[in-house]
């Protein structure tokens, strides 16, 4: 599995669980203050300890500071000012700590790293480095050059840590950010759609009926003619109203599916969607579209899932469509939840809904959870009688 397969299936949980990781290695790290802070109270004489620990506790607080606040993704408008303040530390440190103040030669680099953007992030991370080096730390040339080397990787892994915490902050941000969008452009073309029905008729109608008003009484005839057009006009676009709304018209089965799969896909949710038999009556496939939308949104708003099932299984006559995905939060039954909330909505939404249309098409609905996963069960048939049937619209065909 590829590394952007792995990061499909990146949650709220384990967002958390990269910052605190992150949170716990940089925290922990902040105790190696205690090799110089040691050094120097069993060396030295009163006055170079005391300015040995303000010093090198002042570092630590600065690290700790623009540290835990990368890991949090909350930057501060102090954050230069503290950066400056730890680096005049960091330069002063080796004359007062003695050798060992490469222990925490990590510090600065790091905070360079995660507190600036770009080639200043990087000319400050390798440049505090290079000073190590040069610093009167020690005379010992393999040990600066080998707590150089160290306090390199401690600070570089630190830094990558740091940054992959944040950046998987961003991606679900940004796949929560696409969610919203696709579900707002659904509801613009449910918008566009109404008004290009409502429209052309309203504005015929408002016409004729103005013109109504200017026949004459003796024109009796004529103003019944003219009232039983505006009369047909408004039945038609009752109609189209009932069919937009309940999503008859023009409802696609296959371009549901799609638009589905892209959504979900966006979100970081893998889809492994099964042929659905290309034989389904209309009636059917427009009411496993609106489940399968139905579906993708309970997902969207009341899991964390990383994958989502379709499959289909034939019996005789009658065809079961599961929708499936692994997205049960733990903490609660989120996924019942909405449900309920769906079922309890008024006018035909959500799950409620859903087990209306089914049952216009002879289907049923059936949802359970079992072992993290929760599945969406839709029994349909696999042709329709020959008699009329109550279509998703309502009306009689």
């Not at 600065?62 to 680096?87: E, F, I, K, N, Q």
């Not at 190590?132 to 040339?141: E, F, I, K, M, R």
């Not at 003796?218 to 309940?246: P, Y």
């Not at 034939?314 to 939060?329: E, L, P, Y």
Request: charged share 20%.
């Amino acid at each position: 599995m590829g590394a952007s397969q792995r990061l499909r299936g990146v949650g709220p949980g384990i967002v958390r669980l990269a910052r605190a990781t992150a949170g716990v290695f940089l925290v922990g790290m902040a105790a190696f203050a205690a090799v110089p802070l040691a050094e120097a109270l069993g060396a030295y004489s009163s006055v170079r300890v005391v300015t040995a620990v303000v010093l090198i506790i002042g570092l630590t607080g600065c690290y700790l500071w623009l540290a835990v606040r990368a890991v949090l993704d909350r930057g501060s408008r102090w954050d230069p000012a503290v950066l400056a303040v730890m680096c005049v530390l960091a330069l002063a440190v080796p004359f007062a700590a003695g050798p060992t103040w490469l222990s925490v030669g990590f510090m600065l680099p790091l905070a360079f790293a995660v507190t600036l953007r770009g080639r200043w992030a990087a000319l400050g991370f390798f440049a505090s480095l290079a000073a190590g080096l040069v610093l009167p730390a020690s005379q010992d040339l393999s040990w600066v050059l080998f707590g150089s080397l160290q306090n390199l990787l401690t600070a570089g892994a630190l830094a990558g840590l740091t940054i992959f915490a944040t950046l998987l902050a961003e991606l679900q941000r940004t796949r929560e950010e696409a969610a919203k969008l696709a579900i707002t452009e659904e509801r613009l073309r449910f918008a566009r759609e109404l008004h290009d029905v409502l429209g052309h008729n309203l504005s015929v109608i408002a016409m004729r009926t103005e013109l109504g008003t200017r026949i004459p009484p003796e024109e009796i005839d004529r103003l019944r003619r003219e009232l039983t057009e505006i009369h047909d006009i408004a039945s038609r676009s009752l109609h189209d109203v009932r069919a937009v709304v309940k999503g008859y018209r023009e409802m696609s089965l296959e371009r549901e599916l799609s638009g589905v799969r892209r959504v979900l896909e966006t979100a970081g949710v893998r889809c492994d969607f099964a042929e659905l038999p290309p034989s389904l009556p209309p009636e059917v496939r427009v009411a496993l579209a609106w489940a399968v939308r139905e579906a993708a949104t309970n997902l969207l708003r009341h899991s964390d899932a990383t994958v989502c099932l379709l499959g289909v299984e034939t019996d005789g006559d009658r065809i079961t469509v599961t929708v499936a995905n692994d997205g049960v939060r733990p903490d609660s039954d989120s996924i019942a939840a909405g449900a309920a909330d769906a079922e309890a909505t008024v006018g035909g939404s959500g799950l409620a809904g859903l087990d209306e249309r089914l049952a216009q098409v002879g289907g049923s609905c059936g949802r359970h959870t079992e072992d993290g996963w929760f599945t969406l069960s839709l029994d349909v048939p696999g042709r329709l009688p020959a008699a009329a049937l109550t279509s998703a619209t309502g009306d009689r065909r």
